[in-house]
């Protein structure tokens, strides 16, 4: 009787796991590395632009009546912790495609190790220009820093008629790169950076630093870092009298910055890779169901540019495998080739180097506590 | 400029005090490291911050952000320090490292990972005085602790509770066998630790206009360096090694370079320590 037992046990444990192997083979998986608990303020966003586009796709009949399914790790703001969340996604979920890592300095971390086991990753928002000779599987949803930076200081010379900048920047690999690149282009346009100061990650104090600045009349005040440092920073130099043009990276494209720095936000110039306004069917469609999830959810971050660029990387992942399969090596046949793509951050094609090309870089203004495109 | 430096760095000193006056009070009773002091702080950041966001009112809003960051002091006591009182100096400050993981990754949870802004403007007047300027919150700031600080010292010196905790400071056998609740006093030193921690966090919500489940963690390692400096266990010697620390690293930012701003704090630190091993007031 126990035999039996045993039998039948065995024979069930042994059908069920010939039905889940039937049922995974009917999935279609994707790996995503983004910051889910440092920095998740960012990282959310950038969850819920995947999930959305999954929903989608998966309500439309999934890739060839496969559905997709995304595996998310934490990129926990970390290289080792990112290489390890690489590592899990393709030995174990064998994954060909990950949507991140979302940082810079995490992306080319897991780049060589992408680039030696062929497996495709398109990071979102990585700006670091390394990124482009990363190698041939790597890819990006978002413009160089250096063609923002570009951009950027042209707009405050030919706009603005800076003349007098100053930095204030994020003393961190970010930060401190976008300060070599932004004092390097206004030097180009002859607009010498006056003067240069930093501040660490998690600093909310800049007292010291904007009464040194102070010290000599500048009308530009560029704080290029994460939105958690430079919406109090500003809001601090308002405090202290400091009147001067205010200026950032696309960081500070969220509510929270308005919210953070309150009436200090006022004027704020920053540039962006998402026009919400930007009037397709698709983006109307993304907006609703990334607005709806926000609004339900009063801990929910609220960043859509964060989530535009996620939601169209992860439809272009789904369109290469739906048109030329799920290899490595098939899916860049499209990428490579793909030709203005209908995104919710414009029409979307990638270079050489992997990087995406579009319309160029949106400059926003801070106008009665909301963005206002200028450029 | 100097003169404005000097402003700058009182207030960020006296945040750095109120939070090292825990670390302090609660080494010299219990003779552990509390890693967790800038969670407490951070908590009591988040009990003010969304009961205003809740109610509008800024006296109940302080009440309840004090009251939160006592009721994390005392659970921290009660689950953290108390099972493993009289082992091995190590173990408790591996239970405080554990609960400030577990502290911080419960708030992101709770409220979410973003930061969140003051539900209250200020205005941003300000009074000058020798060419310097400060605004009404640095002032607030600077009395507040102050005051703070004076009835701290009146309390552990002129009351029978107070004085109690100060015999278990010196010698906790002897304050049982002459009949003091040793218990009680550890839990008082917890709620009044706490409590100066939650006002410094509620004091940070208020001047930095951002609260997130992360910003207890440097203004906690500043404070533990600042109990260091002024000796732990001495509570004169917290005060003063907070406004030390406070001006030291203003000054370096504004004299030498801004950015090493953090490192000259310990600088500052590493450099008492090398003359006077025992910190400023350390006892030996």
């Known amino acids: 009787m126990q035999r039996l037992w045993l039998l039948v046990m065995v024979a069930m ?50 890739i060839n009546g496969k559905q997709l399914k995304v595996i998310f790790e934490d990129e926990k703001d970390s290289a080792p912790a990112s290489v390890a969340a690489y590592q899990k996604l393709v030995s174990m979920d064998k994954v060909k495609v990950i949507i991140g890592p979302m940082m810079s300095g995490n992306v080319l971390a897991v780049a060589p190790l992408a680039q030696r086991d062929k497996i495709v990753i398109v990071t979102p928002n990585g700006t670091s220009p390394k990124i482009s000779d990363a190698g041939e599987y790597v890819y990006r949803g978002c413009t160089r820093i250096d ?32 300060n070599d690149l932004f004092t390097k282009c206004f030097a180009e346009l002859g607009i010498p950076v006056i003067s240069t100061e930093s501040f660490m990650v998690g600093d909310r104090d800049f007292s010291a630093q904007l009464t040194k600045l102070k010290q000599k009349p500048f009308d530009l005040l560029f704080i290029p870092g994460y939105l958690q440092e430079t919406a109090p920073a500003i809001s601090q130099a308002r405090r202290m009298g400091i009147t001067a043009q205010s200026m950032g990276v696309f960081g500070d494209m969220a509510p929270k910055y308005i919210e ?13 890779e998402y026009d919400e306004d ?64 209908d995104g919710v951050t414009g029409k979307l094609s990638f270079d050489n180097n992997g990087d995406v090309v579009k319309q160029g870089v949106y400059i926003f203004k801070v106008v009665k506590g909301k963005y206002v495109k200028v450029k | 400029m100097l003169l404005q430096q000097l402003v700058n760095g009182l207030a960020a000193g006296c945040v750095y005090a109120l939070v090292a006056l825990g670390y302090t009070m609660i080494f010299g009773i219990l003779g552990i490291v509390n890693f967790a002091q800038g969670e407490i702080y951070m908590y009591g950041a988040f009990g003010a911050v969304l009961t205003l966001a809740a109610t509008g009112n ?19 006591e009660r689950f953290a320090f108390r099972p493993v009182r009289g082992m091995h100096p190590l173990i408790p400050l591996i239970s405080a490292i554990g609960a400030s993981i577990f502290l911080s990754s419960l708030a992101r949870l709770i409220f979410g990972p973003e930061d969140r802004s003051f539900p209250m403007e ?40 107070g004085k109690a905790i100060m015999a278990v400071a010196m010698d906790s056998d002897a304050a049982k066998l002459s009949g003091i609740n040793v218990n009680a006093a550890y839990v008082t030193t917890f709620l009044l630790g706490s409590a100066m921690s939650g006002v410094a966090g509620i004091l940070m919500a208020m001047y930095y206009n951002a609260t997130a489940p992360n910003m207890g963690l440097l203004p906690g390692l500043k404070a533990f360096s600042a109990a260091i400096l002024g000796g732990v266990g001495s509570i004169p010697g917290a005060i003063i090694g907070g406004l030390v620390l406070g001006v030291a690293e203003n000054l370096g930012a ?15 630190l590493v450099l008492v320590l090398i003359i006077r091993p025992r910190g400023i007031l350390g006892r030996q």
């Not at chain 1, 570009?150 to 003393?171: D, G, Q």
Request: proline letters at 3%; one cysteine or more.
């Open chain 1, 13 to 62: 444990v042994v059908l069920g796991l010939g039905l889940s192997e039937a049922r995974a083979a009917e999935e279609i998986k994707i790996g995503a590395i983004l910051r889910l608990s440092q920095g998740a303020s960012d990282g959310l966003p950038a969850k819920r632009g995947v999930e959305i586009a999954v929903k989608e796709i998966n309500a439309a009949g999934g």
């Open chain 1, 147 to 178: 063609k923002q930076a570009a951009s950027l200081t042209k707009y405050a010379k030919e706009s603005l008629k800076t003349t007098k900048p100053v930095i204030l920047y994020s003393n961190e690999p970010y930060g401190k790169g976008c």
């Open chain 1, 260 to 272: 953070l720095a309150g009436k200090a936000s006022e004027g704020h110039i920053n540039c962006s």
């Open chain 1, 278 to 341: 930007y009037n397709t069917p698709t983006n109307k469609k993304f907006k609703d169901a990334y607005y709806k999830i926000v609004k339900a959810d009063t801990k929910e971050p609220n960043n859509a540019m964060f989530a535009a660029i996620t939601y169209d990387m992860t439809r272009l992942v789904s369109t290469a495998i739906a048109t030329k399969g799920g290899a490595p090596d098939q899916m860049r046949g499209y990428l490579d080739t793909v030709k203005d793509f």
């Open chain 2, 58 to 76: 800024l006296v109940l809003a302080i009440v309840a952000g004090i009251a939160a960051a006592c009721l994390v002091g005392v659970l921290l």
């Open chain 2, 122 to 161: 200020f205005h941003p007047h300000s009074y000058q005085f020798f060419g310097a300027e400060i605004t009404e919150l640095q002032l607030v700031i600077i009395l507040v602790s102050l005051a703070l600080m004076v009835m701290l010292w009146l309390f552990l010196n002129l009351t029978k509770h």
């Open chain 2, 254 to 268: 504004a004299y030498l370079s801004s950015h090493f701003k953090d490192a000259f704090a310990f600088i500052a």
